[in-house]
């Protein structure tokens, strides 16, 4: 930036002078007001980036490593300085220091991040970004941004028109092979920076274009932090990591936004380290603690790109490429489809520890919800309900239902309402489940319930003893802080 002898300096001689001064700084003020300064330095580096005059090619600067975000920091540095020297060479607007430095800004966002939604992700309690646009004219619509917080709902203040939004969601997915358009006006898919994406365009979208950002932020990656969040307590903490150790097949189950994606993170990083784990998502979110582990995400090709003959990857897909890749356990984010019938099928066939989530009302409608999914694969068709039923509920041992509760200060809090136990049965079209731990006067308390002979001898076998499993549910140890591999 320029130093201060390079500086505009107008001495106060005498009212004449005081006031050709103000008038001189009225003029900068709004020359700083109305002329698009930021626009013009966006274009300016968007000149001087062309691989002819930066020499870095189109692929650099997508991939976009340390050394490249440092070359394109020194043009854009440059850019601002050259403006800056124009206008105190009385060329166009002087601009100030803190000025050149908010545009430097803008424009690393603008090539590197999310433009002026940038700033968004860097809140800590912003969970959602959402985006819709609005009719001005009839060829003219604008653009509301909102958050989705732990404090509520808040309408954003942030300029950027319909076409700034597509861009930028054009350019966060692009390294995917994915683009919004005309041809495919609905895109889910995944940011740089892990947050995931869904963007609809006209003409499915009325009047021009609206995104869903739901900001990737694993922010309970521990038991400890779901302990101390208030999400779990230790009883139930100790109890879930005795059956994660025993390998026992687990629902995380609750609506949208009630947490399940984190509950799961910090579940599956409860695993002994010995396992090679197989992790299935649609976007990539999840980050274990096994040294040996593969993660795996669909894939969903424009319609373009079908035409030469490949096709999408669904969950069903990967699910079944897992079973041919010797995993001691399966995590499953966000089952959605038939796949649920893949992982049932893999749970009764020796695959144990299986984790998933899935959206359901409450606990006892989660077996429901499985059942819904897994009648969506044609093979089972023709298994009668009463079956199905009985094959989903000998599948599972343990379900996780959580909940995102307004607080008296109308904040929000994600927690676990009830750890239920499948035994196995059905008994006249009725799942035989209990409650292990339930939501009782504001805390998550044991219910008394001692788990089933068939959980309790997956307990006995992994080594744990009657006194152990006491221990566990009565919040007398807690257990999760003895490291992965170790039963006590």
């Given at each position: 930036m320029t130093s201060d002898n390079n500086r505009l300096s107008i001495g106060v001689i005498d009212d004449t002078a005081s006031s050709l001064s103000d008038s001189i700084r009225e003029r900068q003020e709004n020359a700083l007001n109305s002329i698009d300064l930021k626009l013009t330095a966006r274009q300016t580096l968007r000149e001087r980036l062309k691989p002819e005059k930066s020499g870095i090619s189109?692929?650099?600067?997508?991939?976009?490593?340390?050394?490249?975000?440092?070359?394109?920091?020194?043009?854009?540095?440059?850019?601002?300085?050259?403006?800056?020297?124009?206008?105190?060479?009385?060329?166009?607007?002087?601009?100030?220091?803190?000025?050149?430095?908010?545009?430097?800004?803008?424009?690393m966002d603008w090539q590197f991040g999310a433009g002026p939604l940038e700033f968004l992700f860097h809140e800590q309690d912003v969970e959602d970004?959402?985006?819709?646009?609005?009719?001005?004219?009839?060829?003219?619509?604008?653009?509301?941004?909102w958050t989705y917080r732990q404090s509520g709902k808040r309408r954003e203040s942030v300029?950027?028109?319909?076409?700034?939004?597509?861009?930028?969601?054009?350019?966060?997915?692009?390294?995917?092979?994915?683009?919004?358009?005309?041809?495919?006006?609905?895109?889910?898919?995944?940011?740089?920076?892990?947050?995931?994406?869904?963007?609809?365009?006209?003409?499915?979208?009325?009047?021009?274009?609206?995104?869903?950002?739901?900001?990737?932020?694993l922010v309970a990656r521990s038991f400890d932090d779901l302990v101390r969040f208030g999400t779990l307590t230790p009883a139930a903490a100790s109890w879930l990591w005795m059956c994660v150790q025993a390998g026992l097949a687990i629902v995380v189950?609750?609506?949208?936004?009630?947490?399940?994606?984190?509950?799961?993170?910090?579940?599956?990083?409860?695993m002994p380290s010995h396992l090679r784990v197989v992790c299935i998502e649609d976007t990539r979110e999840l980050d274990l603690a096994v040294p040996d582990k593969v993660y795996m995400v669909t894939?969903?090709?424009?319609?373009?790109?079908?035409?030469?003959?490949?096709?999408?990857?669904?969950?069903?897909?990967?699910?079944?490429n897992a079973l041919r890749m010797r995993p001691d356990r399966i995590v499953l984010g966000e089952v959605r489809d038939a796949a649920a019938w893949d992982a049932v099928k893999a749970c009764n066939t020796g695959h144990q520890g299986t984790l998933l989530t899935v959206h359901a009302e409450d606990a006892e409608s989660v077996v429901t919800r499985l059942m819904q999914l897994c009648g969506e694969a044609a093979e089972t068709a023709n298994i009668p309900e009463k079956t199905l039923k009985d094959i989903v509920v000998?599948?599972?041992?343990?379900?996780?239902?959580?909940?995102?509760?307004?607080?008296?200060?109308?904040?929000?809090?994600?927690?676990?309402?009830?750890?239920?136990?499948?035994?196995?049965?059905?008994?006249?079209?009725?799942?035989n489940q209990k409650p292990i731990f339930r939501l009782q006067n504001g805390r998550l308390e044991w219910t008394k319930n001692w788990p089933h002979e068939r959980t309790k001898r997956r307990l006995i076998d992994?080594?744990?003893?009657?006194?152990?499993?006491?221990?566990a549910l009565a919040g007398r140890r807690e257990m999760w802080h003895v490291e992965a591999g170790e039963k006590r």
């Open positions: 189109l692929r650099e600067l997508d991939e976009a490593s340390a050394e490249i975000r440092q070359k394109v920091e020194r043009i854009a540095r440059a850019v601002v300085s050259d403006m800056q020297r124009r206008g105190y060479a009385g060329q166009g607007a002087v601009i100030p220091d803190d000025k050149a430095l908010e545009i430097l800004r803008y424009l970004i959402v985006i819709n646009s609005s009719a001005v004219t009839p060829t003219q619509s604008r653009v509301e941004v300029e950027i028109s319909p076409e700034e939004v597509q861009e930028i969601i054009n350019r966060n997915a692009s390294y995917q092979g994915r683009a919004l358009n005309t041809t495919a006006p609905i895109m889910n898919a995944q940011m740089r920076n892990g947050s995931r994406i869904n963007a609809i365009l006209n003409p499915v979208c009325d009047p021009q274009i609206s995104a869903t950002i739901r900001i990737h932020r189950a609750g609506g949208t936004s009630s947490g399940k994606t984190n509950f799961l993170n910090a579940l599956a990083r409860l894939v969903q090709r424009q319609p373009a790109e079908t035409s030469d003959g490949s096709r999408n990857v669904t969950q069903r897909h990967l699910v079944a000998a599948a599972f041992q343990q379900v996780v239902f959580l909940e995102r509760r307004r607080q008296p200060d109308g904040s929000f809090q994600r927690t676990v309402t009830e750890l239920v136990e499948l035994n196995g049965f059905v008994s006249d079209g009725v799942i992994a080594g744990f003893t009657d006194k152990d499993i006491q221990d």
